[in-house]
């Protein structure tokens, strides 16, 4: 199935961690505009964060044209954190998506959980201190994570090669009959 959806965490993967939310022009990760810009793919964001400090975030990082109160999903809405797959479903309902064709890209273990509860393909997007630290990897891949990447280039790619494969999938088979 292609990819349709990508259900976006904020801190630590649109945007690198951070305790100052007071910067203005608050950078984007590297190759986050560049996934946000491919044709043809919704996006929205789940957080444990609530919609007005997100909607505030937003706004700093010039993502207004890409989010807002219609594609951001937070905890308070689902009830509970991304552990469980509440708001990831919740996500999926209101974007009008089915998990097979959704990918989450989060930083977070129980994230990684809820998003695999959801029946969605689980991308963990992980900073290079804990992408170089065996632990980390051998935790998600024991809950079966088998994207884990550090550089949002490697999901571009996945999310490219996942679109090449169900193009090449889908056309129709041609037999030319011999004469």
């Not at 007071?22 to 793919?41: K, M, Q, S, W």
């Not at 632990?135 to 550090?150: A, D, E, S, T």
Request: glycine letters at 6%; charged letters at 25%; a negative charge.
């Amino acid at each position: 199935m292609p990819i349709d959806l990508i259900i976006w965490d904020f801190d630590g993967v649109l945007v690198p961690i951070s305790d100052d939310w007071a910067e203005c022009d608050y950078p984007l990760t590297d190759g986050v505009r560049e996934i946000l810009t491919l044709p043809n793919l919704k996006h929205c964001i789940a957080t444990n964060g609530t919609l007005e400090q997100t909607l505030e975030k937003v706004k700093l990082c010039g993502l207004t044209d890409i989010f807002n109160e219609q594609n951001i999903f937070t905890i308070d809405m689902a009830g509970v954190g991304k552990s469980s797959p509440d708001i990831f479903l919740l996500a999926l309902q209101k974007m009008n998506e089915q998990p097979e064709n959704t990918i989450v890209i989060d930083n977070s273990y129980t994230a990684m959980k809820g998003a695999i509860k959801a029946g969605c393909l689980p991308i963990s997007f992980l900073d290079c201190e804990h992408y170089e630290n065996s632990y980390w990897i051998k935790r998600l891949k024991n809950i079966g994570i088998k994207h884990i990447f550090c550089c949002m280039e490697n999901v571009k790619k996945l999310i490219k090669i996942n679109r090449e494969l169900y193009i090449q999938n889908s056309a129709p088979k041609r037999f030319n009959k011999l004469i």
